[in-house]
């Protein structure tokens, strides 16, 4: 009989949204992408936030 290794892997069907992002990028450092959706977040606010003090006029 053959020791056969299984994948340790879940089935695709079976991650959530975050663990099918992350499997998309596996050779890519965790650390990377938890940086990256971290500016992201924060560049979406500062617009957000740039906008609301534009509409006000105080920009």
């Known amino acids: 009989m ?3 290794k299984k994948d340790p892997r ?3 069907s079976q991650l959530n949204a975050i ?3 992350y499997e998309k ?7 990377y992408i938890d940086i990256f959706i ?10 957000v936030i740039l906008g609301m003090l534009k509409g006000r006029g105080l920009l």
């Open 19 to 21: 663990e099918k992002l």
């Open 25 to 31: 990028f596996r050779g890519v450092p965790l650390k």
């Open 10 to 12: 879940r089935d695709p």
């Open 2 to 4: 053959e020791n056969e």
């Open 38 to 47: 971290g500016l992201c977040a924060a560049a979406f606010f500062a617009v």
